[in-house]
């Protein structure tokens, strides 16, 4: 956080504020982004005082399928760890491979542990560095068990199918039909504050299309782990047809009077143009190979989840060059819809995400910037609590890890649900709990570290007034 003084009045970033929220609703808020951008342009070029002059990025690692937040952060005292053993059934782990934690806030007697797979994040976890969030999900407004059980709350739609959660995840507008993520509008908002001019994305995807940064103005910049996504063989003393090649220029430098033909030709010219500036922005950054040492799969070879981790490190490292202030990198795993043999795919899951997240966080501690990136998982749903026979099936509240050097960690926030089939957490059955944390609360408490102010929350969140926790207290003050 910036401690340089201020000159009287408002800020550059207090203006647009107010001037967003002056007299309009959220609607009105939303569609007056784009004269944001232009507001921000010309108070820039009046010398008006710039945007806080600090650095923060974010990384989303999302796993696909629906991980098993049961066996991620287990009770570990005797009494709890029994009654989870009891229900738990065949996919229970053995007390004695868990990997217990320090957790600064549970409560008497309690204790608590990690998946064996996550020994690389055991001792981060202990300092500080690591906090567990319980029992999160996708929700319209708090629910009771009794609510869910009599139809007289709404919950979201398609609860357990992982198309709709995943996109409910990554939006968090369960009730709207619209597929703009809550990444995207933060960057909407933050873009024209933090990074403007610049020529590339805030918002950068090493994990392919998602839903979380699609924005009404900022789009996603796709990455590879090998870098920039580019034409092939596009040089002049690269290309084995040069003719080609100035065939192609000469046709991307032409004036098109067809207002399609024109927004082709635009579209083209800036992929060669961001190509070519990351392209050589790499050829700058070293490659880190070595800090992700840890970072490889059962063979031996490079993790996937790491080269994605070590590909966002790269384009921090380069981030005066892109003139990014503000960073939003999505990264991601599959094989998590774990309904047959779970316990070793599951296990083999969580040793690379765990070996991954723990390099990459001793990454950023390396470059200086640990306390300015927060790397955080999220999933489709939980697994059910009792066992189909070597699996689960799809669920609901699951419990999730956020990692970085400006996270309130060691402590986990949030409830532990009543581990018992049909209790008061379950819907019913077979151990789907009722998520005691949305994903609105989730997300405010990071865009609240990331810059938002409480104003503009309902402008990234649109339901965060339901629910009454915006800040769960996991993140250090912004």
């Given amino acids: 956080m910036s401690t340089s003084p201020r000159r009287p009045g408002l800020s550059r970033r207090q203006f647009l504020g107010h001037a967003a929220c002056a007299g309009i609703g959220l609607t009105g808020m939303l569609s007056q982004l784009g004269t944001l951008r232009l507001l921000g342009a010309t108070l820039s070029a009046q010398g008006l005082p710039n945007a806080v002059n600090d650095y923060k990025a974010l990384v989303c690692v999302f796993l696909f399928g629906g991980n098993d937040g049961n066996n991620t952060i287990i009770p570990y005292d005797q009494p709890t760890y029994d009654r989870y053993a009891l229900n738990r059934g065949a996919l229970a782990l053995p007390r004695n491979t868990l990997l217990p934690v320090n957790v600064a806030n549970a409560g008497p007697g309690l204790q608590y542990a990690l998946h064996p797979s996550l020994a690389r994040l055991q001792p981060h976890f202990n300092a500080g560095?690591?906090?567990?969030?319980?029992?999160?999900?996708?929700?319209?407004?708090?629910?009771?068990?009794?609510?869910?059980?009599?139809?007289?709350?709404?919950?979201?739609?398609?609860?357990?199918?992982?198309?709709?959660?995943?996109?409910?995840?990554?939006?968090?507008?369960p009730d709207s039909p619209k597929r703009i993520g809550w990444g995207g509008r933060l960057a909407d908002l933050q873009n024209a504050l933090y990074n403007e001019g610049s020529q590339i994305s805030m918002n950068m995807s090493i994990a392919g299309q998602n839903f979380f940064q699609a924005g009404n103005e900022v789009l996603q910049y796709h990455l590879t782990t090998a870098g920039s996504v580019g034409l092939n063989e596009y040089s002049a003393t690269y290309s084995p047809n040069p003719e080609l090649y100035r065939a192609l220029r000469d046709t991307?430098?032409?004036?098109?009077?067809?207002?399609?033909?024109?927004?082709?030709?635009?579209?083209?010219?800036?992929?060669?143009?961001?190509?070519?500036?990351?392209?050589?922005?790499?050829?700058?950054?070293?490659?880190?190979?070595?800090?992700?040492?840890?970072?490889?799969?059962?063979?031996?070879?490079?993790?996937?989840?790491?080269?994605?981790?070590?590909?966002?490190?790269?384009?921090?490292a380069g981030r005066q060059t892109l003139g990014h202030k503000r960073q939003i990198f999505f990264c991601s795993m599959g094989g998590f819809d774990t309904h047959d043999d779970q316990l070793d795919n599951h296990a083999a899951l969580l040793k690379l995400l765990g070996d991954a997240l723990s390099d990459f966080y001793q990454a950023t501690v390396d470059l200086g910037i640990s306390t300015n990136v927060t790397a955080f998982t999220a999933s489709d749903f939980n697994r059910t609590y009792s066992s189909n026979g070597r699996g689960s099936d799809h669920a609901w509240g699951s419990h999730q890890l956020v990692v970085g050097g400006a996270v309130n960690g060691g402590r986990l926030y949030g409830s532990m649900p009543r581990l018992e089939i049909d209790g008061p957490d379950d819907t019913g059955g077979r151990g789907n709990w009722i998520p005691t944390i949305s994903t609105d609360e989730y997300a405010a408490t990071l865009s609240k570290w990331f810059g938002v102010t409480t104003g503009d929350m309902p402008i990234v969140l649109p339901n965060i007034g339901r629910f009454a926790h915006p800040d769960l207290g996991f993140m250090a003050p912004a």
């Fill in 129 to 173: 560095r690591v906090a567990g969030l319980l029992n999160v999900g996708t929700l319209l407004a708090p629910i009771t068990k009794a609510e869910y059980l009599s139809g007289g709350a709404a919950v979201p739609p398609y609860l357990f199918s992982h198309n709709d959660q995943q996109w409910q995840w990554q939006t968090s507008v």
């Fill in 252 to 316: 991307e430098g032409l004036s098109y009077s067809h207002i399609f033909e024109r927004e082709y030709a635009g579209v083209m010219n800036r992929a060669i143009a961001n190509d070519t500036l990351v392209r050589s922005l790499l050829a700058t950054v070293p490659s880190y190979t070595e800090k992700f040492a840890n970072s490889v799969n059962p063979n031996g070879t490079p993790s996937a989840i790491g080269g994605q981790l070590r590909m966002a490190l790269r384009m921090m």
